[in-house]
């Protein structure tokens, strides 16, 4: 066991923290289960303790044991009961980029063979299927048959100026199917030359990175990458926020734009290509993690709500760099699903509190959790992407 996950800066962050408690206050996973053992607080704590104990020379010498199998385990629970909401990293006076730790601290504790072990199952549906699910990949586009139209061709397209990347939850989940039904309808009735990549696309790399696997990585970035480059296209668009976040930061190929889809349709409102009728809705917007403090993606939507005419539109208490996590993010729910829905129920309990007959999001995961969410507890409230919306607007 080595410290070599950590990068200098993240060492050196360590020793920063003020033990201020604003991580704890504001953690979503820390206020759903009333336990502070799960804020950023004790985590750095415990880290620091483990990296020191790893490289002190008189702890070599005198052969000193580090911590017990069962300090271990018990610390990788907590570690794993995160949504990587990056709540702690907005609010920490010091400056720490708490989401970046969080993340090599799995990546160690896979290393260091102290992780849940529904992992496994993450990396061999990944090794064998190309999909966090284990879903036949060749099945990526079947949503295509849902549509009200659907095309010949299934949008598998040689050469286009768009490649719609949709991410493994839309393609799968029938709940979630419905967003890419959405979006693909809005391209076309924008007349935007685009195509999917269908079996050609394989997982972007989040689940990856949220589970300590990065070293798989690699394989499937070359590999959608090449897969982009063939189809000749000048652009991505993404549905998932997860998706667009892999490939701003960790694909980052050249002479290709990346945009997410709330990006992409508000330039197509603008240009008229989508005209709108009038819809009488009050609708909330909850801002995806990884699309607002993530990637600062807080405008867009928003314009693309107050485009559609006659919508009334409230903000959320808790909105922009202080909205909070429905619980779906971090691969929470595969390692502990009830704290996700308790942390699904205070997410929703704000949203029924502005009056909103729907709530509006930019993410396929936010959708699941919080339709999931409202469907086993028979609330009435509507929960939409923002490409559903913009479908539902559509002058046909
Ligand atoms: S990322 Fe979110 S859930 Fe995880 S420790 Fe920070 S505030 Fe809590
Ligand atoms: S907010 Fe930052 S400085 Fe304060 S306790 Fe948390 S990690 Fe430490």
Redesign the pocket.
Known sequence: MANRDYSVRQLMELE?????????DICPAVCAAGDGEL???FR?KGLKEIVKGRSSLLRKIFKKKGPSEETWKHFSDTAFRCTLCGS?QE????G?H?KELWLSLRQDLVHSSVYPKKINMIKENLEESYNVFGEDNEERAEWVEDMREEPEDGYIRDKAEVVYFTGCTAAYFPIAQKIPIALAEVMDAGGVDFTLLGEEEWCCGFPMLGAGLMDLFQEFRNHNIRAVKEKRAKKIVFACPSCYQMWREYYRPEGIEIHHASQFLIDLVKQGRVPLKELDITVTYHDPCDLGRGAHVYDEPREVIRAIPGITFVELPHNREECRCCGGGGNLEMVDAKLSAEIAKAKIDEILSTGAQAVITSCQQCVRTMITYVRRNKISLEVLDITQLIQRALKR
Do not use: G, Y
């Open positions: 920063a923290c003020t033990n201020c408690q604003a991580c704890a804020s950023a607080l750095m702690c609010v920490c006076p010091v720490i708490l």
